[in-house]
């Protein structure tokens, strides 16, 4: 099951430079430890220790944020597109 | 009654509008309604006139700001030629801290205004202006930052205004969508609304930039407002500029409301979830916000050519 997932510039030296990777896994935390594997050092920075999303990490799964679908137990389908974004000021 | 003291009397109870012709079902037994607030007709055109006066009056009651002071604040653009009104008509000085990468509009209006720009680098985006910000209110201890990111004045407005003005003419309301920046119009009517209408959705819907944007060199840079809280939403949303700029123009030519981008990322997120209840053979009233008109874009190239060069022009800028 192949699930595009997009990386932001910053943590980019974890993917060889890669703007975006594939990965698979039926929830975002099975997702993310399979990225782990292709790509050692990755889920160190998106995970806390205590085992949640780092506070300046966003995820979104087909543009909605993780955060209010079930956080890392959101579960994923062929075809789904993730994004990762660092939190970063918006406002006018 | 449509006579006001001053200008600044004028703000707020904006009109609420229906989208007969984007609403899934606007007639019939169970409709799925579409609903704009049209903040841009505050008086200097944008919702942030809600959170500038009542930061102002704010910091005045606490004896921050007294006569002839300079306020400092980082702003993309919008708050701060609200700011700059309202300083000007009170008394105050006014410093703008303001990423480079924003339209020449917002610049122009705010010289006009008499207010100060000083310019953050693009990299970075409003995180940077922010950074910038910090560090110049501490250089010059005697200015007054009003901090639209963290004070409970810019929430509080909402709270006060926008939440009573949508339940009076929607008492129907399901559901609420706006932009998150400050956070502070979804934090202040949000919270208003959950409190009378427990079962209400509150949908935030937030701009996704180009690269640029997001240049940290580390993530423990990135930035939450001090004003954020998880628990008043239901659901937030990241809107691209293409999907943004789409909405805009669906909005001109279906319902004839000329609005600024971060309109039509309020808008794709609104559509988002009025579509999912009409699949599921619901009802709702789904209020969202209209931030700003579009004439401070126009030389961004977001209402000229095709969608696909419109969004391309947009890599890079603020447009929210």
Known sequence: MAIEVKIPTILRTYTGGAKSVDGSGSTLSALIDNLDGAHPGLKGRLITDEGSLHRFVNVYVNDEDVRFTGSLDTTLNDGDSVTILPAVAGGQ | ?320
Not at chain 2, 138 to 155: I, K, R, S
């Open chain 2, 1 to 320: 009654m449509a006579r006001y003291e001053s200008l600044i009397d004028a703000l707020g109870d904006t009109p609420l509008v229906g989208l007969p012709h984007l609403s899934p079902r606007w007639e019939g037994e169970r409709p799925v309604r579409l609903w704009a607030k049209l903040e841009d007709r505050n008086p200097t055109g944008s919702i942030k006139d809600r959170a500038a006066l009542a930061m102002i009056l704010a910091a005045e009651a606490d004896g921050r700001l007294t006569p002839g002071c300079t306020i400092l604040e980082p702003t993309s653009g919008n708050t701060g030629i609200s700011l700059a009104m309202v300083a000007k008509l009170r008394g105050y000085g006014l410093v703008c801290v303001m990423p480079e990468n924003t339209s020449i509009e917002r610049r122009q209006l705010l010289e006009m205004f008499g207010a100060r720009i000083i310019s953050s680098p693009a990299a970075g985006g409003s995180n940077q202006a922010v950074a910038t910000a910090k560090q110049l209110a501490e250089q010059y201890p005697d200015w007054v930052m009003l901090y639209q990111y963290g004070n409970p004045a810019n929430a509080q407005a909402h709270y006060e205004g926008t939440g009573p003005e949508l339940l009076r003419d929607l008492p129907t309301i399901t559901h609420f969508v706006a932009g998150l920046g400050t956070t502070g119009t979804l934090m202040g009517t949000g919270r208003y609304l959950r409190e009378k209408v427990p079962d209400i959705a509150i949908i935030a819907a937030e701009p996704r930039y180009g690269e640029l944007v997001y240049g940290l060199r580390n993530i423990d840079e990135g930035f939450v407002p001090e004003l954020y809280d998880n628990s008043v939403l239901t659901s937030r949303f990241s809107v691209t500029s293409y999907d943004a700029l789409r909405r805009t123009r669906d909005l001109i030519e279906q319902e004839g409301i000329f609005a600024g981008i971060s309109t039509g990322a309020i808008l794709h997120a609104a559509l988002s979830v009025a579509e999912r209840v009409d699949a599921a053979g619901g009802q709702a009233d789904v209020a969202f916000v209209v931030a700003d008109g579009g004439w401070k874009y126009l030389s961004t190239g977001a209402y000229a050519g095709s969608l696909q060069q419109a969004a391309e022009r947009l890599e890079g800028q603020l447009w929210a």
